[in-house]
């Protein structure tokens, strides 16, 4: 047990940043010294009056600001004929008994649903039903990240390999991340206000204490490999580091990270010994995807057990945010942290990263409008020029091989520090076996392309056909919702079934002679404008009527058995599809996101907006398709199953691709 103690123990100070390796990377990296910015990350005291101050540095509260943050706008009572007409009017359309309706006064049921006690209430529900921190409602965005001003990617990739250049385009990444959100915090942006130095705590399973603040960090997490690591960006004065410094610091992570790995391999263990310190680590990497009630047991049999694990989990939980990254062999990372509000992860394919937002702390929208600030950052226009950087803008490029090298002495450089958790095997012996992570859902990809300009309201018929082919030939109708995020909370959906739709239904699947191509062709058009509907009206919904009705029986204000039974409106569906609109904007490849939303089945789309379409607000219907996936729960059952669903969706796009095709040469 010593023995291992004492060898774990010197993981912490060891270290793999070879002269060789610090001399390829300060020969990409440094370029003309760059000054510290001159805005910073300023960070208010504990007050929570203070705290809602934190996206003004200077002054205080107006007086006109209380009354937005403290009241709730007046909710119509309109809103909940509203509710009852659309629930009712779906259970009609799938032939079951529109028995929805209120039991209560409409003073009480209102209250339910008033901007701030609906948002809480969802927030309770978000936090009693996520098994863990990586279950939460989540959106992501994949994109290719930038590089510095003036970076020569055929220097670099010549001289070092794309290991290093993984990692400048990452700390430039983590260094615009950090500028962008002081430059919308000193102009009062609230909507990200909770993006960055924000996380999320679900021991409770409850709202109470869910989200955690932590003003006074200057570090981010950074997990690599099998480890945590504490690495600073922000200087004692609050100023954003230089992209060089944050690179050389991920750059030590990356060595570090892979030399503790070699040792653990090479360490003279027996199998089983080798087995379950390996198992282990799986274990802390994990802490947020395991089970929430087991996350906190290890949580306490860590921090009881010896301070220094107190002090590790207390600093990795209080990153300003998560940064993931890959290993040297371009191996994802074991340790993973998803309590933080966003996360930032390296991917397999080359210059590609994702960052993460949870839904409860960030709109969907507002991710992916930081995400383009961040992308399309330009150091003059936004006011964060270097000093003399009048003189130097058009040599910067010269000057990418100057700079500080490496200590070969084996250490992390100052500003990095290895979080170690240890446990001896005393401690960890009645924790066996150990919590392991749920497996993830099974993903099935659409053959679909950019290129092909699949509107997003024909995979949507698409789907439906499918479904009715695959999951309901028989005994029901298919029961496939449209859905989207919602601004007030949760999210608004829609039952993407019509009397169009079945008719054309009917004719596309009867296989009769007598129905002219020419006659599909119109009833196909019929039920495409009767999904674009549906599906626009869903996406600017002012309320999210699917989530209150849900509400509303939750808490005993309506009642309606058959509204909730598997294959109802608000019951367990078939499968619902999402669609995020990611611009014209070729950075952002592709989008995922996750609801609480009970389904079979999900189909996760990301599509371009139509820049052709003549209204000036935006309309998913017609949004051309750049990637989608299919997504299933768990069991050898519905993954055939939905192997089967995701290739007749594809074959079903084929043949309605044909229909309209063959029309227009007609």
């Not at 809602?52 to 200077?58: M, S």
Request: hydrophobic letters at 40%; one cysteine or more; a negative charge.
């Amino acid at each position: 047990m010593s023995t291992k103690k004492k060898y774990v123990r010197g993981l912490q100070s060891s270290g793999a940043v070879t002269e060789e390796a610090g001399a390829a990377l300060t020969a990409a990296l440094n370029s003309n010294p760059r000054h510290r910015c001159k805005e910073f990350a300023a960070r208010p005291a504990q007050s929570r009056v203070v705290n809602l101050n934190c996206l003004r540095p200077h002054g205080a509260l107006q007086e006109g600001d209380f009354p937005t943050l403290t009241r709730s706008p007046e909710t119509p009572e309109s809103l909940l004929e509203d509710i009852v007409v659309m629930v009712n009017a779906s259970q009609k359309l799938l032939r079951r008994s529109p028995d929805f309706q209120l039991i209560t006064p409409l003073t009480d049921a209102v209250d339910v649903l008033r901007a701030t006690a609906f948002r809480q209430k969802w927030i309770d529900t978000v936090a009693a039903t996520c098994r863990s921190a990586m279950a939460y409602p989540f959106t992501e965005f994949r994109f290719l990240s930038p590089l510095p001003r003036g970076y020569s990617t055929r220097v670099s990739v010549a001289a070092e390999g794309e290991v290093v250049q993984r990692c400048i385009q990452t700390a430039e990444t983590i260094q615009r991340i950090l500028r962008v959100f002081v430059n919308a915090s000193n102009s009062g942006q609230w909507q990200f206000q909770q993006l960055l130095y924000h996380g999320l705590r679900n021991e409770k399973k409850s709202a109470e204490g869910l989200v955690s603040v932590n003003y006074n960090s200057r570090h981010i997490t950074v997990c690599c490999g099998l480890f945590y690591y504490r690495v600073e960006v922000l200087d004692e004065d609050g100023f954003v580091l230089d992209t060089v410094m944050i690179a050389e610091r991920l750059w030590a992570v990356q060595q570090h990270a892979d030399r503790n790995n070699r040792e653990i391999c090479e360490h003279k263990l027996l199998p089983d010994a080798r087995e379950d310190l390996f198992a282990f680590y799986q274990l802390l990497g994990s802490l947020t995807e395991i089970d929430g009630v087991e996350c906190a047991a290890v949580w306490e049999r860590l921090k009881n057990t010896e301070p220094a694990n107190a002090a590790s989990l207390a600093d990795i939980d209080t990153g300003i945010f998560t940064v993931i990254l890959r290993t040297l062999d371009n191996k994802s990372a074991s340790a993973r942290w998803y309590r933080s509000a966003l996360v930032l992860e390296e991917r397999e394919e080359k210059g590609v990263l994702a960052v993460r937002g949870h839904s409860i702390l960030i709109h969907a929208d507002d991710l992916l409008e930081f995400l383009m600030r961040v992308l399309c950052w330009d150091d003059a226009a936004g006011g964060m020029s270097d000093k003399n950087n009048n003189n130097n803008s058009n040599k910067e490029g010269e000057f990418l091989g100057t700079g500080s090298v490496f200590n070969s002495d084996g250490k992390l450089p100052p500003g990095v520090e290895h979080l170690d958790l240890w446990l001896p095997w005393k401690d960890r012996k009645p924790m066996r076996p150990y919590a392991v992570v749920t497996p993830p859902p099974h993903v099935f990809p659409l053959s679909i392309s950019r290129e092909d300009n699949i509107p997003f309201a024909y995979l949507c018929m698409a789907a439906v056909l499918a479904v009715q082919r695959v999951l309901t030939p028989f005994t029901e109708f298919p029961t496939v919702l449209v859905a989207f995020p919602n601004r007030r909370g949760d999210l608004s959906a829609a039952l993407m079934y019509s009397y169009e739709v079945e008719e054309f239904i009917r004719s596309f699947c009867g296989g009769s002679a007598l129905v002219e191509r020419r006659a599909k062709r119109y009833l196909f058009h019929k039920a495409v404008q009767s999904l674009a509907g549906m599906i626009d009206a869903c996406f600017h919904e002012p309320y999210p009527y699917y989530s209150m009705a849900t509400l509303l029986l939750k808490e005993g204000k309506a009642i309606g058995i058959g509204t909730f039974a598997d294959n109802a409106i608000l019951g367990t569906v078939d499968l619902y599809v999402t669609v995020g609109m990611l611009g014209p904007n070729k950075k952002v490849l592709d989008f995922e996101t996750s609801f609480l939303l009970p389904s079979r089945f999900a189909l996760i789309c990301s599509a371009s907006e139509n820049i052709s379409h003549k209204s000036s607000s935006k309309c998913p219907s017609d949004a051309h398709l750049i990637y989608a996936s299919l997504r299933g729960s768990e069991g050898n059952e519905e993954m055939s199953m939905g192997a089967q669903l995701a290739e007749c969706i594809t074959d079903k796009i084929q043949e309605l691709r044909s229909l309209v095709l063959n029309g227009n040469s007609m």
